[in-house]
């Protein structure tokens, strides 16, 4: 991968940011698990990955996000739990 993992994650939360609905939000999170699992990185540092953008969304202060971006960054947060859970059974 030619960028950091943390570079990804900072791209990934933007995105989620500025998407325009929850199926958005749910591709980009998709879709960059994909692209990890593409570059055969190590199952542990996907699970990492999702986990640290977990923490890197939680950390956002709704008072100071419009309605959608904080819509977003919750479906964001289920998504990305969801998606840790999945790769974690399936990937042992």
Sequence with gaps: MTKTLDEYRHK????????VSHDEVKRYCDAAVNELE???LNGYLVARFLEKTTNDLEQFDPMNKEAQQW??????????????????????
């Design 12 to 19: 990934l939360i933007n995105k989620i940011l500025f998407a």
């Design 71 to 92: 819509s977003n960054i919750r479906a964001a947060r289920i998504f990305c739990y969801r998606l840790k859970q999945h790769y974690s059974f399936s990937h042992e």
């Design 38 to 40: 593409s570059k055969q």
